[in-house]
């Protein structure tokens, strides 16, 4: 079935520094990528919607300029958090959709952030 | 008022009850309908996808949607302690479009 690998599972950061996380496609093309955030004990909240070779679409109250969300391939989407702050700790899940997959969407694992 | 409701629980039942999961939605364009399952720091893994009203098993689980009260529901029959994880119902209104999740149910299956 489809795959989505999401890298790296978990990451410290110092505060001020930047971090990227990768979601690869590793069997399929995903035409569309979704990119989440969820607290402890909450659900996923949409950050962003990113087609591939056009810029995210951003979900209100969320900083275009802090989540940086790059899809230059069909099968590989980015997600730099720069400049990260205590308050961006979070886990992070992607998700694409292909359209040869009737169900639409696949997860990725996650990406477990702390930033210190 | 959340587009979609969900009653985050925790439900803790023992080994071998069902288990009825529910959400309720207010935006009537929502057509396509998900359940998922979480594990704790773990991606979603989907379990159920139904488009139509009326119901979908699939095994031990079964989904039922009702359009018409925009109420949809997860059964697990025999549950099993590997069942315990958190359970996600979401939506969308195009298919491929961007899901609305409830705020998920903490299910608790114990020997």
């Known amino acids: 079935g489809a795959v989505v690998s999401q890298h790296p599972s978990w990451v410290i950061c110092k505060s001020g520094t930047s971090v990227k996380i990768e979601c690869r496609s590793l069997d399929f093309q995903a035409t569309t990528m979704f990119w989440y955030r969820q607290f402890p004990k909450q659900s996923l909240m949409l950050m962003a919607t990113s087609n591939e070779g056009s810029k995210a679409t951003y979900e209100q109250g969320v900083e275009k300029d802090k989540f940086l969300i790059n899809h230059a391939s069909l099968t590989l989407s980015t997600l730099t958090v720069t400049s990260a702050h205590p308050e961006d700790s979070s886990f992070y899940i992607c998700?694409?959709?292909?359209?040869?997959?009737?169900?639409?969407?696949?997860f990725g694992s996650g990406t477990r952030l702390t930033v210190v | 008022q959340k587009e979609v409701e969900q009653d985050p629980g925790p439900l803790s039942v023992p080994e071998g009850a069902i288990v009825s999961l529910n959400c309720t939605y207010s935006n009537s364009a929502f057509q396509y309908f998900m359940w998922y399952r979480q594990y704790s720091r773990k991606g979603p893994e989907l379990l159920m996808y139904t488009y139509s009203s009326g119901n979908k098993e699939d095994g031990r689980f079964t989904a039922q949607v009702d359009k018409s009260s925009k109420y949809i529901s997860l059964f697990i029959r025999d549950s099993q302690p590997s069942d315990s994880a958190t359970y996600l119902c979401a939506m969308s209104a195009p298919r491929g479009g961007k899901l609305t999740f409830g705020q998920g149910t903490i299910l608790t299956v114990h020997p």
């Open positions: 998700s694409a959709v292909t359209v040869e997959n009737i169900y639409g969407y696949t």
